[in-house]
């Protein structure tokens, strides 16, 4: 027999939501909506005195051709840190299950990563990748001959962001990686094996549809990070420089918003990257979702 808890008063169940409902409405919903409300408005740059001005706003953005270079490279910055991060992430975990010594030590060694704050995840990639003294920037110059200088060049700061931000990322992946090698069954790894498939066939036939679930779900989560929490990273490193090679659209907010005091602008651009990224994963959920296998 199934015993169930019940509450015997409506009035106790609402007071044991309440406190987590004006948490949300609070934090969530009514800074959402202001927002919404500024993006249509144009104020001082104190936020005194503010006046309706329809989608002006939206308009001046999209007709800015920083704003637009902005879009262009954010796109590029989530794709090329999400599947560089991922890549890394599986890579990773496919060795560390192979591990036969010391594996509950390298797997705790491969997870710290994530407990770095993004502005420190920065600061360490800046000081082995500065031109002047990093000491994997002088490997690269002396060594190699490698013309690298991320503080002049866009596109060596646009590598250096990407690197420091899918490191900060790589131990998220990995541990759900681990977790979905943990879960396919050995006996049909044994199986392949036993019929002559070799490693990377039985990996890829085997192993890798079992992982579709998990791949798609970090696929969603990285992007999303790469949109907004990879603000503390820029903001260190780069500042969205040189000539805004690194200005991605949640750095602009803040340039815009913070820096500039241009609150509408700042909304409007907050709005459009809300929109974005509700897109982007619903295009995700409703289109790639489909070549997910969740059974052999």
């Known amino acids: 027999m199934i015993k169930r808890s019940h509450f015997t008063s409506k009035t106790l169940a609402y007071l044991l939501i309440t406190p987590q409902i004006l948490v949300t409405l609070t934090f969530?919903?009514?800074p959402a909506a202001q927002g919404v409300l500024q993006s249509v408005m144009l104020s001082d740059p104190f936020g005194r005195r503010s006046r309706f001005v329809w989608f002006d706003n939206f308009i001046?953005?999209?007709?800015?051709p920083l704003y637009l270079k902005s879009i262009g490279i954010t796109l590029v910055f989530s794709l090329a840190t999400a599947v560089t991060s991922i890549a890394f992430g599986l890579f990773l975990a496919s060795l560390a299950n192979r591990a036969l010594r010391a594996k509950a030590l390298i797997r705790t060694m491969l997870i710290w990563p994530y407990a770095v704050a993004p502005a420190i995840s920065g600061i360490l990639w800046l000081f082995l990748l500065h031109p002047s003294f990093g000491v994997v920037a002088y490997f690269l110059q002396?060594?190699?001959?490698?013309?690298?200088n991320p503080v002049l060049s866009g596109s060596d700061a646009f590598i250096m962001v990407?690197?420091?931000?899918?490191?900060?990322?790589?131990?998220?992946n990995f541990v759900f990686?681990?977790?979905?090698?943990?879960a396919v069954p050995h006996s049909l790894i044994e199986a392949a094996a036993m019929d002559g498939a070799g490693p990377f066939r039985r990996f890829w036939t085997i192993t890798f549809p079992l992982l579709s679930p998990t791949l798609f779900f970090l696929m969603v989560m990285n992007v999303i990070y790469a949109f907004f929490e990879t603000f503390g990273v820029i903001h260190t490193v780069t500042q969205g420089g040189p000539g805004g090679a690194t200005n991605t659209l949640v750095y602009k907010v803040y340039?815009?918003?913070?820096i500039g005091l241009n609150l509408g602008s700042s909304a409007a651009q907050s709005v459009v990257l809300m929109i974005l990224i509700v897109t982007i994963t619903v295009f995700q959920f409703r289109f790639v979702e489909?070549?997910?296998?969740?059974?052999l």
Do not use: C, P
């Open 28 to 30: 969530f919903y009514w």
């Open 162 to 172: 990407v690197l420091a931000s899918a490191w900060k990322e790589i131990s998220y």
């Open 142 to 148: 002396h060594r190699l001959g490698v013309d690298w």
């Open 60 to 64: 001046n953005i999209f007709t800015d």
């Open 290 to 295: 489909r070549k997910v296998q969740y059974s």
């Open 255 to 258: 340039q815009d918003g913070f």
């Open 177 to 182: 990686f681990m977790a979905g090698l943990q």
